[in-house]
C-alpha cells in the first residue's frame, strides 16, 4: 500500500510535459522551509493500493506525457514505487522522480537503486531554502540537479532556464 498525500491529474509544473503527479507520503530530510510541511508525516494522506493509482493515471493517459512521483520523499515509499513505475513504463509513460535525496547517495543505496534505474529524470537534491530561486524552472533551489537517466545511469543534466 502507498501512502498518499495528494494526487494530481494534471500539471505542467512538475516535470515537462503534461503530467499527473503522485505526492507520497513520508520525508526524513526535514528541509527548512518546505513547502510540503504536511507531506512529512508518515501517516499523512490516504493508504491507497498501487492498482488504484495505477488506474487512476491510466485514466489520463491519452493526454499526459507521463507521471511524476514527488512527496514528502518518493524513495521512503521506493518499493511501492517500484511496482507502480513497472507499470507505467510499460504504458510508455515517462516518470520524473523529485528526491531530497542526491543522486550519488541514491546510487550507493541497493535497496533504493531498483527505482532509480526506472526513473526517467530525477530532480536531486534537498530544498535549500538560502539558494532558493523562483526563476528555475522544476526545481526550488539552485543546489538542485535535473538527470536525465537511463538505466539508473546519469545520460544529460538538463537546464531549463
Request: hydrophobic share 35%; glycine share 8%.
Given at each position: 500500500?502507498?501512502?498518499?498525500a495528494?494526487?494530481?491529474?494534471?500539471?505542467?509544473?512538475?516535470?515537462?510535459?503534461?503530467?499527473?503527479?503522485?505526492?507520497?507520503?513520508?520525508c526524513?530530510?526535514?528541509?527548512?522551509?518546505?513547502?510540503?510541511?504536511?507531506?512529512q508525516?508518515?501517516?499523512?494522506?490516504?493508504?491507497?493500493?498501487?492498482?488504484?493509482?495505477y488506474?487512476?493515471?491510466?485514466?489520463?493517459?491519452?493526454?499526459?506525457?507521463?507521471?511524476?512521483?514527488?512527496?514528502?520523499?518518493?524513495?521512503?515509499?521506493?518499493?511501492?514505487?517500484?511496482?507502480?513505475?513497472?507499470?507505467?513504463?510499460?504504458?510508455?509513460?515517462?516518470?520524473?522522480?523529485?528526491?531530497?535525496?542526491?543522486?550519488?547517495?541514491?546510487?550507493?543505496?541497493?535497496?533504493?537503486?531498483?527505482?532509480?534505474?526506472?526513473?526517467?529524470?530525477l530532480?536531486?537534491?534537498?530544498?535549500?531554502?538560502s539558494?532558493?530561486?523562483?526563476?528555475?524552472?522544476?526545481?526550488?533551489?539552485?543546489?538542485?540537479h535535473?538527470?536525465?537517466?537511463?538505466?539508473?545511469?546519469?545520460?544529460?543534466?538538463?537546464?531549463?532556464?
Amino acid at each position: 500500500m502507498l501512502q498518499v498525500a495528494g494526487f494530481l491529474e494534471h500539471s505542467t509544473v512538475n516535470g515537462e510535459g503534461l503530467r499527473s503527479v503522485l505526492f507520497v507520503s513520508g520525508c526524513t530530510h526535514h528541509c527548512p522551509k518546505c513547502h510540503n510541511v504536511s507531506m512529512q508525516n508518515p501517516g499523512y494522506g490516504k493508504s491507497c493500493s498501487v492498482l488504484e493509482i495505477y488506474h487512476r493515471i491510466l485514466k489520463n493517459k491519452p493526454i499526459i506525457d507521463g507521471v511524476t512521483f514527488s512527496g514528502g520523499e518518493p524513495f521512503e515509499q521506493h518499493l511501492e514505487l517500484i511496482e507502480l513505475a513497472q507499470l507505467l513504463k510499460a504504458e510508455d509513460l515517462t516518470i520524473w522522480c523529485y528526491s531530497g535525496y542526491t543522486y550519488e547517495k541514491l546510487k550507493q543505496d541497493p535497496s533504493k537503486k531498483h527505482l532509480l534505474n526506472l526513473i526517467d529524470v530525477l530532480v536531486d537534491g534537498p530544498f535549500i531554502y538560502s539558494l532558493a530561486d523562483d526563476n528555475l524552472k522544476y526545481r526550488g533551489s539552485s543546489n538542485q540537479h535535473i538527470y536525465a537517466l537511463k538505466d539508473g545511469d546519469i545520460v544529460d543534466c538538463l537546464d531549463f532556464s
